[in-house]
């Protein structure tokens, strides 16, 4: 029988989206290799958004066929978490089935669970598994504030590069500091890109009187992102770290060097309450378009706090399944 565990008990580790597609499996093996490489808990989690007025005017046979379908989608999570935990030797592998919007029980867990990403497939079922984003996911990246990665693509070569954009903003750096982080676990060289395109606003602002022209921000933005980069590079002596300035347009030149890589890290400007509704273009873009997994941190304000509810409706625990075979 499945046992129960505390909330607390999946803190830190690696929480993935799922919604029994092709595209959560593919998500939940890249979240559970994650978690494997880093020693952390995985917590696999499926929300149940009901229509309630419907469900309740058919009363009993109503009833039934909500918990029919809970049954049948938690069988085939349990499944499928008990197949990553076979497959991984010593990962802890937790899941959890709340009620509610995905875009919300998923962000009320991050801020609960705290982990150190939130993983979702590129696409859900039905109609949106045509689409190059679903919008369970287009809507996460919105939300999360914590580093949240949409999967897709094939498995890397084993030499593929992590490539991040670089522009010496603050939000930048949470996207240095997260590249980094997760080339060393991986021991995959980094391609830092930066584009002369894409300057933050501040270098308007703090340019000397009279030397506002394209050199002198392109010079000062470039000097600011090599240094942010080169910062984040001596806490990690032993990765191979390659600048490159380049002279297009950020979005093409991100996604041009994603062919091939093994994750695409973008920061996501915003300034505000907007912060909390819009993704920047680039990041915006990447997600939608990248040949590669996506890892997106958005900027946060500072009075944004994280929405940590005693309990996500129907997730007051995390469950384990007992070991495939046992009874």
Same mark, same amino acid.
């Given at each position: ?12 580790? /690696?929480? &993935?989206?799922? !919604? +029994? @597609?092709?595209?959560?499996?593919? $998500?939940?093996?890249? *979240?559970?290799?994650? #978690? ?68 919300v029980t998923m962000v009320q867990l991050a801020d609960q669970l705290d982990p150190v ?44 590069? /992590?490539? &991040?954009?670089? !522009? +010496? @903003?603050?939000?930048?750096?949470? $996207?240095?500091?997260? *590249?980094?982080?997760? #080339? ?102 990447v997600l939608y378009h990248a040949p590669c997994p996506v890892a997106v941190l958005r ?12 309990? &996500? ?15």
């Amino acid at each position: 029988m499945t046992r129960t565990h505390p909330l607390s008990e999946g803190r830190g580790g /690696v929480l &993935v989206c799922f !919604d +029994g @597609s092709e595209g959560a499996h593919t $998500a939940l093996w890249w *979240a559970a290799a994650e #978690a494997s490489a880093r020693d952390l808990p995985l917590v696999a989690a499926q929300s149940f958004e009901w229509d309630l007025p419907s469900l309740h005017a058919v009363d009993e046979h109503g009833e039934y066929n909500e918990r029919l379908l809970r049954e049948n989608a938690e069988q085939d999570l349990n499944r499928a978490t008990g197949e990553c935990r076979e497959a991984f030797s010593g990962l802890t592998v937790f899941f959890a089935t709340p009620d509610g919007p995905p875009e919300v029980t998923m962000v009320q867990l991050a801020d609960q669970l705290d982990p150190v990403m939130v993983v979702a497939g590129a696409s859900g079922r039905g109609a949106l598994a045509r689409m190059v984003l679903g919008s369970t996911a287009a809507e996460l990246a919105r939300r999360v504030r914590q580093s949240f990665v949409v999967v897709r693509g094939e498995p890397p070569a084993a030499d593929a590069p /992590v490539v &991040v954009g670089v !522009d +010496g @903003s603050d939000n930048s750096e949470r $996207a240095v500091d997260f *590249a980094l982080d997760f #080339a060393e676990y991986h021991r995959a060289p980094v391609r830092a890109v930066y584009s002369w395109t894409d300057w933050p606003l501040e270098a308007y602002a703090t340019a000397p009187p009279g030397q506002v022209g394209l050199t002198h921000v392109d010079e000062s933005t470039q000097a600011l992102a090599k240094e942010q980069l080169d910062t984040a590079a001596a806490r990690h002596p032993d990765l191979g770290v390659d600048w490159e300035p380049v002279t297009e347009r950020p979005t093409h030149a991100l996604l041009d060097r994603a062919e091939g890589a093994r994750l695409l890290v973008v920061g996501s400007h915003g300034r505000g309450p907007v912060t909390r509704a819009l993704l920047g273009s680039v990041s915006h873009a990447v997600l939608y378009h990248a040949p590669c997994p996506v890892a997106v941190l958005r900027a946060l304000d500072r009075d944004e706090e994280p929405v940590r509810e005693d309990t &996500v409706p129907g997730a007051e625990g995390l469950r384990t399944a007992p070991p495939r075979g046992s009874t």
